[in-house]
């Protein structure tokens, strides 16, 4: 179990090393028994979509319930879940509120939303700016002042409210965005120029512009997610959403751009698809990760399967893959595994990968990330989407 591996010292967080592990006091249990031993009690869970995209607080109605069972006066309790706003007030505090307690007069509760960025090494829990809103003021100082002891900067707002409103545009920001230069990859084709080289020429403005690129879909617990609990919140209050829906149907669609630039890739070679042998280089929804949730690659892999592909993957960070229907495990990435791929389709693009060899040995490459051309290994047997 997880309780047993980090007891062990044994991380199961890719950015967090063993030896940072054995470098902290801390105790790792699943008694909420000792919840009622705590100061500050953090909730962490996932907060998903249920059926038709809707938001799914479920885990956080638990982990109130089993805070509740427990909660003794003096205590503070952070969620820091994503989420639509009101849902600290209006969810999390009458759950709490079950124990015969009361907030402010016996405990206090806050929303700071989650800031992560996995496997980015320059920007690491301590100096990602966090911000902190409490149901109440001194909600808020004594947020603040907990969140000071390991956070370099700490930005208090008014409310929970604004704290839990602010975590939505910044993943709903980029998905616009991502969903933006999406579109405009596929115009980008059809004149006949490299959209990689119009968003880095572009990039050269100092002001107002931040470069996005494309790529064959948006996977990963945040971005795909986020714009859902926005849309949402923005139906109970009767407003639209309309750049929103827009971003769905642009992302949402990539994996099926993805197999029709496979399919057009192997015609151009005299090669259907159907029968061909592709190798998928990365399964991960981003580069130098094991997490595979939401990844387009799944919805990519099984269209190719659809029309008759023969898929092969390998990622040295997920060795197997057993999700929507898709069995499928991990094989080495050498010459002998290039030379029987009738198209090598990259996904993400793992450091790890022997690009190199990549350019050099596969007959036929779908480069979806700009993998080589990036390291200029772009040849003739290379297309992008």
């Not at 509740?68 to 952070?78: E, F």
């Not at 130098?288 to 990519?300: H, L, M």
């Amino acid at each position: 179990s997880v309780i047993d591996s980090l007891s062990a010292g044994r991380s199961h967080i890719d950015d967090i090393a063993d030896d940072e592990l054995a470098e902290i006091d801390a105790r790792f249990t699943s008694d909420p028994a000792k919840l009622s031993e705590a100061d500050v009690i953090f909730i962490c869970v996932p907060t998903p979509l249920a059926v038709g995209k809707l938001p799914d607080i479920s885990y956080i109605e638990r982990a109130g319930e089993t805070i509740a069972a427990s909660l003794r006066r003096g205590q503070l309790v952070i969620l820091e879940s994503t989420t639509y706003p009101g849902t600290t007030e209006d969810t999390l505090r009458p759950i709490l509120e079950k124990s015969g307690l009361k907030l402010e007069d016996d405990f206090l509760l806050a929303y700071a939303p989650e800031r992560v960025d996995p496997a980015n090494a320059s920007f690491r829990t301590a100096n990602i700016p966090r911000v902190v809103g409490g149901a109440t003021p001194r909600s808020t100082a004594a947020a603040e002042l907990v969140y000071r002891r390991f956070i370099e900067k700490v930005h208090p707002v008014s409310s929970a409210r604004t704290a839990e409103m602010a975590k939505l545009p910044e993943n709903t920001f980029r998905w616009v965005n991502i969903a933006l230069v999406n579109e405009m990859s596929t115009i980008a084709r059809a004149i006949g120029v490299d959209i990689w080289e119009v968003v880095d020429a572009a990039a050269t403005k100092p002001f107002g512009f931040m470069p996005f690129y494309p790529g064959p879909g948006v996977g990963g617990h945040c971005i795909p997610l986020d714009p859902f609990y926005l849309q949402w919140a923005a139906r109970v209050t009767g407003e639209g959403t309309r750049f929103v829906e827009l971003a769905e149907a642009i992302n949402s669609r990539m994996p099926q751009v993805v197999v029709s630039r496979v399919q057009d890739a192997l015609n151009d070679h005299a090669k259907a698809l159907r029968g061909s042998n592709v190798l998928v280089l990365g399964v991960a929804y981003k580069k130098n990760v094991r997490d595979f949730r939401e990844s387009p690659a799944k919805e990519t892999i099984g269209g190719l399967q659809q029309h008759g592909a023969v898929v092969t993957y390998s990622d040295p960070h997920v060795p197997s893959l057993r999700d929507e229907g898709i069995e499928l495990d991990s094989v080495s990435l050498d010459e002998s595994t290039l030379a029987a791929a009738d198209c090598v389709l990259i996904l993400a693009d793992h450091d790890a990968f022997d690009h190199q060899l990549i350019a050099r040995r596969a007959r036929l490459v779908v480069d979806t990330r700009n993998a080589l051309g990036r390291r200029g290994l772009r040849g003739d047997n290379v297309v992008t989407i």
